[in-house]
């Protein structure tokens, strides 16, 4: 699952997946709260899963455990 998602923020920043920490904030790795919300949606889709964002959920990581909790 991780993977997955970091391969698709990955290619919407255009960078390699290893550029991209897990553990870092979303803000710490370029986005801001458009680029969340436009990747939430494409992860949405390609993980078949709801997404609800919350401050909580501000780095990669919390949002792959939010996700297999569900």
Not at 3 to 10: F, Q, Y
Not at 14 to 42: H, N, R
């Amino acid at each position: 699952m991780k993977e997955k998602i970091v391969d698709i923020i990955a290619a919407y920043k255009g960078v390699d997946a290893s550029e991209i920490a897990t553990d870092k904030s979303f803000a710490d790795i370029g986005l801001d709260s458009l680029d969340v919300a436009e990747l939430v949606m494409q992860i949405e889709d390609a993980c078949e899963v709801e997404i609800d964002i919350t401050p909580e959920l501000n780095c990669i990581d919390k949002l792959v455990e939010y996700i297999e909790s569900k």
